[in-house]
Nanobody, 122 residues
Framework: QVQLVESGGGLVRAGDSLRLSCTASGMTFHWRAMGWYRQAPGKDREFVAGIGWRANDKQYTDSVKGRFTVSRDNAKNTTYLQMSSLKPEDTATYLC???????????????WGQGTQVTVSS
């Protein structure tokens, strides 16, 4: 059974940090690019960060550059999103996604997790 399971969300204050994790099963994790998206109520789903099969291939949306770091541990089939200096506008459900490509490429994510809620209070 193919599965992506996110964890690590929670309620924090502005300026705090959180680390999200996404563990994959039932798929060949190590050659897939992995992505993090987020969706706030009433808004479209937004790409946050992506990491290619080679961890030096990383991309971020402008609003999180310098604050968020994406990483992966292929031995654990897990990708991480380290979030620092959190802002209220970061509040959203964060979803992990697995791509059908090795490199971070738009619109190639085919497998999705259920999401984990991140709420940042001011």
């Amino acid at each position: 059974q193919v599965q992506l399971v996110e964890s690590g969300g929670g309620l924090v204050r502005a300026g705090d940090s959180l680390r999200l994790s996404c563990t994959a099963s039932g798929m060949t994790f190590h050659w897939r690019a992995m992505g993090w998206y987020r969706q706030a109520p009433g808004k479209d789903r937004e790409f946050v960060a992506g990491i290619g099969w080679r961890a030096n291939d990383k991309q971020y949306t402008d609003s999180v550059k310098g604050r968020f770091t994406v990483s992966r541990d292929n031995a654990k089939n897990t990708t991480y999103l380290q979030m620092s200096s959190l802002k209220p506008e970061d509040t959203a459900t964060y979803l992990c996604a697995a791509a059908c490509r090795q490199y971070v490429t738009p619109n190639t994510y085919e497998l999705w997790g259920q999401g984990t809620q991140v709420t940042v209070s001011s």
